[in-house]
């Protein structure tokens, strides 16, 4: 299927690589870039069409490479620049993208820039980072804390001041009020797109200008105990500040400098902020990350409404986009259970808006419990107990029965699910009705199918644990009915007016089989009918 009017990004299916767990090729027990090549057959047999690979640049790895101590290399633990051209090169030649992680709101505390800014008060790069002087009582400048726990300010005794941290204190956040700070990551972007990747997904693209008076945060009244300290603040002042738009629409121009590029940007936010990226006439990020399907409550009426509120806030002409799964929350098969986790990935890869899977998801990777002395992970270590640990869903790829899932021939950096034995990529190509048939069977029908990536969407009104929605492309309409629950339900002629071909179900077993006037929809499935 071809369609003139629409770029790759909207009309692919993209996939996002850990590249520490995909696969190793050297023996260290951490995946590294040769390991992805020698995978992109795999990826073609999935049927994706682009990937995008957390942070491959050398960092201390205090936060697995969100902690960045160069932005133009290839961390040797990754490999080399080298390896990554080749890698760009293969994969273009399979027909897929490669999108790379831009972590501009901080860099590693040693990053040259830091070590510069840090020497002394009047160095020229002490601006390009936030230093605050102490309060009178020698406490940090406001009350914001980090997100990994504790406050957001670090104290740096040779220069007498604070400097802020919205993360670890080994990720000092730059000052992107500071335009030679913004000019030397447009120069950054600049680099890889040269090198031909296909775009960015930017890292905490919210969080990237700070009030400017520096104001406390307000206390947030709704805070549940159990939940992480830092939310017991609205962080009213440290993220979302209106100026953002312009950062957002200054990274795209930089983006449209090149051809064919996307600006994805990650935003944790209500809709109704998180659309405002798309920036003011879609000037802004082309794919602004909707992640309400991590947290949504799994049930047909809580996902109908989001769906509608979604479709309500996007602006004209915006693209959507849905994520079911990334490296900071629990996996999909945790979330929903295995069962619903077939309903999920119907739902995903038939929803309006470009879909993005997480590595193993496919195969219905588990979040594999972590005993205590082997969590790496350094949100789970500053805030143990309360169940914020990433560790769990980044564990190496599960591709066959052998020592360490074919991952690793040393030990792995994280253990791996106990199931890999059984639940691997080589024994579940081999089941016909395995989750991982099932995705290809999804991707492939989505690619064949216009209704599926060009189609409007409506929902159909429905009750209890039945999710159902048509989209329609030029005259022709799809049905989909997902049934959230375990029990069968009975589908009458208030959803499906018209008979229809049954095009696939989450079962995998009725395929080309027509239904008349309703139809019975089994616990836990999910069907595509094409209406006649
Ligand atoms: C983003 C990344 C997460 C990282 C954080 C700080 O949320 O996805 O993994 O820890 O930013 O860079």
Redesign the pocket.
């Known amino acids: 299927m071809k369609h003139a009017a629409i770029s790759w990004w909207q009309e692919g299916i993209l996939y996002q690589i850990y590249p520490r767990s995909f696969q190793d090729s050297n023996g260290d027990g951490i995946g590294d870039i040769s390991g992805i090549i020698s995978r992109l057959p795999y990826l073609r047999y999935l049927g994706i069409d682009a990937i995008w690979l957390s942070p491959i640049f050398p960092s201390p790895m205090a936060?697995f490479g969100?902690d960045i101590s160069n932005y133009l290399g290839v961390d040797p633990i990754f490999g080399t620049l080298d390896d990554f051209d080749t890698l760009v090169a293969a994969a273009h030649a399979s027909n897929l993208k490669v999108i790379l992680d831009l972590?501009p709101?901080?860099t590693s505390d040693q990053h040259p820039w830091f070590i510069e800014s840090r020497s002394s008060r009047d160095n020229p790069k002490r601006d390009w980072y936030l230093w605050r002087e102490p309060r009178a009582d020698g406490t940090a400048p406001n009350n914001w804390m980090s997100e990994f726990g504790g406050s957001a300010w670090s104290y740096d005794a040779g220069a007498t001041q604070y400097y802020y941290h919205a993360?670890l204190r080994e990720?000092s956040d730059l000052n992107w009020r500071n335009p030679a700070v913004r000019q030397a990551i447009y120069d950054v972007m600049r680099f890889w797109l040269q090198r031909g990747i296909d775009g960015f997904r930017v890292?905490?693209l919210w969080h990237l200008i700070k009030d400017s008076e520096f104001r406390d945060n307000p206390p947030n009244s709704n805070f549940l105990p159990g939940r992480p300290p830092h939310e017991a603040l609205l962080p009213l002042y440290s993220t979302d500040r209106p100026e953002m738009l312009d950062v957002v629409t200054e990274m795209r121009r930089v983006v449209d400098e090149f051809s064919d590029r996307v600006l994805i940007g990650?935003i944790y936010l209500p809709v109704d902020r998180l659309v405002a990226y798309y920036g003011k006439d879609l000037s802004g990020a082309h794919l602004p990350f909707n992640f309400a399907l991590l947290s949504v409550p799994w049930n047909a009426r809580a996902i109908a409404m989001l769906i509608d509120d979604y479709e309500r806030a996007l602006p004209a002409a915006a693209w959507p986009n849905w994520v079911l799964g990334?490296?900071?929350r629990p996996r999909v098969a945790s979330r929903v259970g295995h069962a619903q986790a077939r309903v999920a990935a119907m739902l995903l890869l038939t929803l309006r808006g470009t879909p993005t899977l997480y590595y193993g998801d496919e195969i219905g990777m588990q979040q594999v419990a972590i005993a205590q002395d082997q969590v790496r992970d350094p949100?789970e270590k500053n805030v143990p107990g309360i169940g914020v640990g990433?560790d769990g869903c980044r564990t190496p790829m599960q591709w066959n029965g052998e020592a360490h899932g074919g991952f690793t021939t040393g030990e792995p950096w994280l253990p791996l699910a106990d199931d890999y034995a059984c639940e691997n990529v080589a024994s579940l190509s081999a089941d016909t009705r395995s989750v991982l048939n099932l995705y290809r069977a999804l991707i492939e029908l989505r690619k064949a199918t216009p209704e599926l990536v060009t189609g409007s969407y409506a929902p159909v009104a429905a009750t209890g644990d039945l999710l159902a929605y048509r989209r329609e492309y030029e005259g022709n309409t799809l049905l989909i009915v997902l049934n959230l629950g375990a029990d069968p339900i009975s589908i009458g002629s208030d959803v499906m007016a018209f008979p229809g071909e049954i095009l696939l179900s989450t079962n995998l077993d009725l395929t080309g089989e027509t239904a008349c006037g309703g139809l019975d929809l089994g616990g836990n499935e999910g069907l595509i009918i094409r209406l006649r």
Request: without cysteine.
């Open positions: 936060d969100y972590v709101n901080h993360f990720q890292d905490v990650e990334n490296h900071d949100f990433r």
